[in-house]
Each structure stands twice: as structure tokens, then as C-alpha cells.
């Protein structure tokens, strides 16, 4: 009983009892937060990927090449998982999966190096499956130049003069180990925390419009509005505080990712990140006063924030709309805030600028949700009756249950939203910040201590490179460094003094990069332009040693380089991000959004006709009869993504329809059988939504896409299987971007419809065993 005067501590205490005895609102703030963190921490577990499967096309079946097929296996990142006559098969082998890479050594290639004529080895690899496929890439193109530093000196030796070349040493700041954990913990754990965060506090003001009751709580508070949101919102608070410990002890001891910056600067960033979340989601309660419709705007808001808060896709490469859009989001300062003092370790100084933006959007969210409550309170509406969903007489058979629940999402405004309206929202806002697909000149400072005519070229192509630019002429090192602290540089080019004259000694000049690695894709355009721009000036050098004469530049640039690697993405050749991210995205949405509805209308079933309605959704007909019913619905969604959109944006779609439909029909199914399972143990509506939004992020993770199969434990890969997101991104994915057939991803076509078999005689065995028991679920408040 609650003893406390009315005001601020009267209210928390009352909040506190409420979550106490509600089952959702447990599993929520506590349940849900450390079952995701346990998934995340289980899929990044092994930090170091290794044994990527590829393929390798050995024409030529030479001692040499042997040599080099060798030194592929020893690879650390790479094994030799097929051997393919040639490359017809290694192309099947990469679109069904079996492999990552391709190696192709051509015909004559012992005998080309022998006789100078520099022969190439290519390496074409999966670029849609956009991290693996670089992972696998960088290993083969070190173990072969590694095999190629094993060949003898003096192959392909002309006698002529051979001017020095320009070696970059690279120094990895921030992340020196290049630790992809490292970078995605810091980002992944905070972006699920900061969705739940948001669901919770609308959870706790929207019931106050349904299950209990507003005048009460505005009672509670002594009728002061300000005392009746701190003190509501305030367990939620120190809840979300502990779950950010917690997530900081995953990070910091149970990885052993070193923390660089100032932890009272970063801590008082995640109090600011959970008052802005808690109270947005309040105010978007307040505003609509609906818990269903609240939920789904909560849910839009924040699902897509981890795109728009420029982690994966830098806000350097986003467009008007992007950057303007995420601005407004509280995650996106305080991902800065995180990066900054945490990975780069920069002075609190320069950290200023993010930390005002955080500050202000904490203020403006919780000031408009604490101004709505005052004209709340003052006039509060009446409970909101019950939506009824109007039906007819029972029908039986199929048909019948087809029918109604064909109807019944049509009617229902908070099912129709997540079914039919969500998905053409989330495609048009969800790709928004990838749609410049290429991030371009990325910023670099150069220091030149040589001012001579080899550095001012350099400097010109370093310029001229389409990854990089230079934004900053540094007279020494600790001005570059100051900017690069200052996010105007992410890379510092050194042309230490006496570089030309080396070069023109015939000896090789070593230049200094500093690249920071806290964001990856930075990082990774600002060495390609950097390598690029200091090959071409090498190539140069040979040219002009030779003096334009073709023999003798060909020879000279064989001595420097006996075999030619080639590097050729398949798939995304132009290694767009959002040709990459967008296509697995758009399926995963697809099964959320339907997951959530199907289950919601087993909630409202429960709450307009308890036990006896639950029951009889749980039939054969009618559990069949309602799969097609959302099949019906699901599929303009379906279409929209893997048909419409991609074209719109530009994305590679190569798939044929009957094909996509026939991998699409047991995704989808599988999806609804899952959710009509799910939604069969929830009494009220909105619990779907509550406990099944969260979850999108880790399991995207576990598909293969963009965290590698072979780094995921084998327990967590076999158990994402139970998701139909794995098979279907998969398959999807491999038909549609990769011009894969049917019978390259049989397997998943396979795993799907057992999944849809599964899930059916569970949705039908549930809905009994539930109905028995007289509709006690884990729900149940």
C-alpha cells in the first residue's frame, strides 16, 4: 500500500508497484535488455574472424601456383574451402553461399612469370555480403602478395635504372588491432538500449490512457504535472542507468575494450541519451493517447536511428535529408560523445559541440512532453472505449477464417498500421541515409617537410583521388593531430624531408599515414585513396625511369611487381553501402512488422473475446485460413521491397518473380504461423510490439550479411534458424541482388517451409493448451 504524501515520491513508488506486478513491463525493462546484450556479446565473441570459406580456379596446376594456393590456405581470414575447374563453378559456389571469394589463376601462369610477362591473378569477391566479403578480400590479397615476395628477384630484371618507390608505413590510430567488435559493441549495444528505452517510457505514460488510470496518477502527484512525469519516469531512469552499466562492463571487461576518454563526460551523456528517450516516448503518448498508435510511432523513430546516427554509413556521405534527420535524433550526438571520448580519447574540449546538442534535445523532449501533460491534466479526456472489431457469424472452413481476418486487419487501425502502412514507411525512411551509396573525399591533412616537385605532385593526386581530400595543409604533426581530435581530418599524410632524394637513389621512401580507425568505412576510403594516390605517383616514377619507352617501362614494372593482382567485387561492383545494407534490411522489416501484427491480433482476440475467441483462432482452418489472409496482405510489401524500391534507389535486381515468389510464399508464412504461435500467449495488444520490436538489430547480426557465419558460434547460428528472417534475408538476398537460381538456395526454400510446418501446428497446439488453461499466460498482470 502505497503511504508516501502526494507528490514526486508518491508516484514513483507507485510506478515502481505497477512494474512490479506487470509481466510486460518486466520483461521489458529488465528481461528484454539483457537477453539482447546476451546475444549481441555471443555473436561478436570471436573478435578475430578467421577461416572465411573460399574458392580457388587453378588453371594453370604448376608448381608456382601451388606455391601460391598454399600460401591461401595458410591464410589466417581465409581456407581453401572448393576447388572449381573453373569459374562457372566458383560463381555457383559464391552465389549458394559456399564461398565467400574466388581465386582464379589462369592457364600459363608459371611459364608468364618466368618470361616476364607479368601475369594477373584475380580475386572476385561477394561485395552484397559487404563485410565478409571485404575481410576475405584484404586476407587473399596479403597471402598472395605474400607468395609473390617468395619469387625469385630477378624475374623479369631489364638491368635498366629503376627509380624508388613510395611505401605508406600505416599508422592505425584509435583501433590499432582493427577490431570489428570494437567498433560495432560501442554502437549496437547502445542503439537497442536507447529503442527500449523509448518503448518503456511511452509504455508507462500510455497505460495511463487504458489499463489505469490518468486521474490517479495526476493525484498521485498532488496534481503538479512536472512532479507526475519526473516521478513516473524516474524508476525507468535508474533502471535503463544500471542496464547502461551493464552494457559498459560487456564492453569494457568482458571484451577488454580499453576506454580512452573521460568517463564523468560519458556517463553524464548516457543520463542525458535516457531522459531524452524516456521522455520522447512519453510525449508521443501524450500526443496521440493511444498505447498502440504511440508504440508504432515510438517504433519509427528510433528502429531506423542506427543508420542515421552514422556509425555504419558516415553522416559525411549522407545527404541533406540524412543529416538534417538525424540532427534531431538524441543517438547520434551521443554515438559522437561515445566515439570520441571512448575509442579516440580526444579532450572533453572538442567534445563540446555534440554533448550541447544531446543537452538541448534532452531539454526540448522533456520540456514538450511535461508542457503536453499540463494540457492534459488540466481537461483529462475520458478512457478510451475499447476498439471492437464488428464481425459476423462464424464462418467455418479456410474461407471463412481467411475472410474475417482479412477484415479484421482492415478495420483494426493499429494492425492495418503495422501490416499494410509500416513497411511503405520504413522504405521510404529507412534507406534515406545510405542513398549516396559511396562515401567521397574524405578528409585528410598532409605535412610535407620534403617541398619538393615529387611532394607537390603527391599532394596533387592525393587531392585529385575520388575517396580523399586534402582539408588541411599542417605545418608539423601536432597541428594535423589537433585536427584530426577535431573531426576536420580522419587521416594525416607525412612527407618526411629527403623523399624525393631518395627516390631518385633508386631506394624506396617510406610515407607516414595516420588513419583513424574509429569508424570503419572512414577509415577504409581514406587508405584506399591514400594507397591509390601514392601508387599512381610510383607508377609514374617507373614510367618516366624508363623514359616512355613501353619495353623498358614493362620491364621495369615487372622487376617491381612479377604478378598483377586484380581485385573485382561481384554483385555491388561500385561497393555501394546502401546497395548492400538496404535489401536485407528491407526483408527483416518485412517479418517484423508482420510479426508484430499477427501476434497484436492475437492479443486483441483475447481482450474483445478471452479464452473462447483465442480458441477459435487456434483451429487448423482457421490458422491456415489466417496465413493466407496475411499472405494476401503481406505481399504488396513484398513486392514494394524486393521489386519497386530497389529500382527507385538504384539497387542491383536482378531476381525473376516466379522465383522470388516462390522463396517469398514460405517466408511469409513461416512469419505468420510464427507470430499467430507468439500472439497466442498475449492478453492485451500491445504486448507484441513491447517485447518484439527490440530485437530487429541482433538478429540482422546473426543472418550472415554483414556479421560473418563463421564468426557467429555455432549453438547461436543454429538457433537463428528458428527466425525466418535467416533463411529468407539469405535466400532473398542471393536471388535478387546476386542472380541466384531456386536450386542455388534450396536450402533455404527447404528451412522455410519446415519453419511455416512448425509454427502452424504450434499456433494450433498453443491456442488448446492456452484455452485450457483459462487463458493464464506470461502476460498476465
Request: proline fraction near 5%; charge should be positive; charged fraction near 15%.
Amino acid at each position: 500500500m502505497i503511504t508516501a504524501r502526494p507528490g514526486l515520491l508518491r508516484v514513483a513508488i507507485r510506478e515502481v508497484v505497477w512494474i512490479a506486478h506487470d509481466r510486460v513491463a518486466l520483461l521489458l525493462v529488465i528481461g528484454i535488455p539483457l537477453l539482447a546484450f546476451t546475444l549481441l556479446a555471443a555473436t561478436f565473441s570471436n573478435a578475430v574472424i578467421r577461416d572465411l570459406r573460399v574458392d580457388v580456379v587453378d588453371q594453370d596446376r604448376s608448381q608456382t601456383s601451388m606455391i601460391f594456393v598454399q600460401a591461401i590456405n595458410a591464410a589466417p581470414a581465409v581456407e581453401v574451402a572448393s576447388r572449381s575447374s573453373d569459374l562457372t563453378g566458383a560463381m555457383r559456389a559464391i552465389r549458394s553461399g559456399e564461398a565467400i571469394a574466388t581465386v582464379y589463376i589462369p592457364q600459363d601462369f608459371e611459364r608468364d612469370i618466368l618470361a616476364g610477362r607479368r601475369p594477373q591473378i584475380v580475386i572476385f569477391h561477394n561485395k552484397q555480403y559487404y563485410t565478409p566479403g571485404n575481410i576475405a578480400s584484404g586476407g587473399l590479397q596479403a597471402a598472395i602478395a605474400a607468395a609473390v615476395a617468395t619469387l625469385p628477384k630477378d624475374t623479369g630484371g631489364s638491368g635498366t635504372f629503376t627509380p624508388g618507390r613510395l611505401v605508406v608505413e600505416q599508422y592505425v590510430l584509435t583501433n590499432p588491432a582493427l577490431n570489428y567488435v570494437q567498433f560495432l559493441l560501442r554502437a549496437v549495444l547502445p542503439m537497442v538500449l536507447h529503442v527500449i528505452t523509448a518503448i518503456a517510457g511511452g509504455y508507462a505514460v500510455g497505460s495511463e490512457f487504458g489499463s489505469r488510470s490518468l486521474r490517479e496518477w495526476i493525484d498521485a502527484a498532488g496534481g503538479s504535472p512536472l512532479a507526475a512525469l519526473v516521478g513516473k519516469l524516474a524508476p525507468y531512469f535508474g533502471i535503463f542507468i544500471v542496464m547502461m552499466a551493464v552494457e559498459l562492463g560487456i564492453i569494457h571487461s568482458l571484451f577488454q575494450i580499453p576506454f580512452r576518454g573521460d568517463p564523468v563526460l560519458v556517463g553524464t551523456a548516457a543520463c542525458l541519451l535516457i531522459v531524452a528517450y524516456l521522455a520522447l516516448g512519453a510525449l508521443l503518448q501524450l500526443l496521440v493517447r493511444n498505447l498502440a498508435l504511440g508504440l508504432s510511432l515510438t517504433g519509427i523513430v528510433c528502429s531506423p536511428a542506427f543508420g542515421f546516427a552514422g556509425v555504419g554509413f558516415p553522416i559525411l556521405g549522407m545527404g541533406t535529408f540524412g543529416r538534417a534527420w538525424g540532427a534531431l535524433l538524441p543517438l547520434r550526438w551521443y554515438i559522437q560523445i561515445l566515439f570520441d571520448q571512448a575509442a579516440r580519447g580526444v579532450p572533453a574540449r572538442d567534445t563540446a559541440q555534440p554533448f550541447m546538442m544531446l543537452s538541448i534535445l534532452a531539454v526540448i523532449f522533456f520540456g514538450s512532453a511535461w508542457l503536453r501533460l499540463r494540457t492534459v491534466a488540466r481537461a483529462p479526456i475520458a478512457k478510451a472505449p475499447e476498439e471492437i472489431v464488428r464481425e459476423g457469424p462464424d464462418q467455418a472452413g479456410i474461407v471463412g477464417a481467411f475472410s474475417a481476418e482479412y477484415g479484421r486487419v482492415l478495420r483494426d487501425r493499429g494492425v492495418f498500421g503495422l501490416v499494410v502502412l509500416a513497411p511503405i514507411i520504413y522504405g521510404l525512411l529507412y534507406p534515406q541515409p545510405y542513398l549516396g551509396q559511396l562515401l567521397r573525399k574524405v578528409p585528410i591533412a598532409v605535412v610535407d617537410n620534403d617541398t619538393s616537385d615529387l611532394s607537390r605532385s603527391l599532394i596533387q593526386m592525393l587531392d585529385a583521388d575520388e575517396a580523399i581530400r586534402i582539408a588541411a595543409r599542417a605545418d608539423t604533426l601536432a597541428q594535423a593531430q589537433a585536427a584530426l581530435a577535431r573531426r576536420e581530418v580522419f587521416g594525416i599524410v607525412g612527407i618526411p624531408a629527403g623523399t624525393e632524394r631518395e627516390v631518385l637513389k633508386g631506394n624506396s621512401a617510406r610515407l607516414p599515414a595516420y588513419v583513424d580507425s574509429a569508424y570503419f568505412l572512414l577509415y577504409n576510403r581514406a587508405v584506399q585513396g591514400i594507397s591509390e594516390a601514392t601508387g599512381a605517383v610510383s607508377a609514374d616514377l617507373i614510367a618516366r625511369g624508363a623514359r616512355s619507352n613501353g619495353s623498358l617501362y614493362r620491364a621495369a614494372l615487372v622487376k617491381s611487381a612479377p604478378v598483377e593482382i586484380l581485385n573485382q567485387p561481384l554483385f555491388n561492383p561500385t561497393s555501394g553501402y546502401g546497395s548492400y545494407i538496404v535489401p536485407a534490411a528491407f526483408i527483416l522489416i518485412l517479418q517484423q512488422t508482420l510479426l508484430m501484427g499477427a501476434a497484436t491480433l492475437g492479443g486483441v482476440a483475447f481482450e474483445q473475446g478471452g479464452p473462447g475467441a483465442r480458441r477459435r483462432r487456434g483451429t487448423a482452418a482457421a490458422v491456415l485460413g489466417q496465413g493466407l489472409a496475411h499472405l494476401v496482405l503481406a505481399l504488396p510489401g513484398f513486392a514494394l521491397y524486393l521489386i519497386v524500391l530497389p529500382r527507385v534507389y538504384g539497387f542491383t535486381a536482378v531476381g525473376r518473380v516466379p522465383e522470388m515468389l516462390a522463396l517469398g510464399i514460405p517466408f511469409i508464412l513461416a512469419v505468420s504461423f510464427m507470430g499467430q504461435f507468439v500472439g497466442a500467449w498475449f492478453k492485451r495488444r500491445e504486448t507484441a510490439v513491447l517485447l518484439l520490436i527490440a530485437i530487429s538489430l541482433p538478429l540482422f547480426f546473426l543472418v550472415g550479411v554483414s556479421w560473418p557465419l563463421e564468426a557467429i558460434p555455432d549453438g547461436l547460428r543454429i538457433a537463428s534458424r528458428a527466425f525466418p528472417s535467416t533463411s529468407g534475408i539469405d535466400g532473398l538476398v542471393r536471388l535478387n541482388q546476386m542472380g541466384a537460381t531456386l536450386a542455388d538456395v534450396s536450402t533455404d526454400w527447404i528451412r522455410l517451409w519446415i519453419l511455416a510446418t512448425v509454427y502452424a501446428v504450434l499456433a494450433i497446439l498453443t491456442s488448446w493448451l492456452v484455452s485450457m488453461r483459462g487463458g493464464a499466460d506470461v502476460t498476465q498482470s
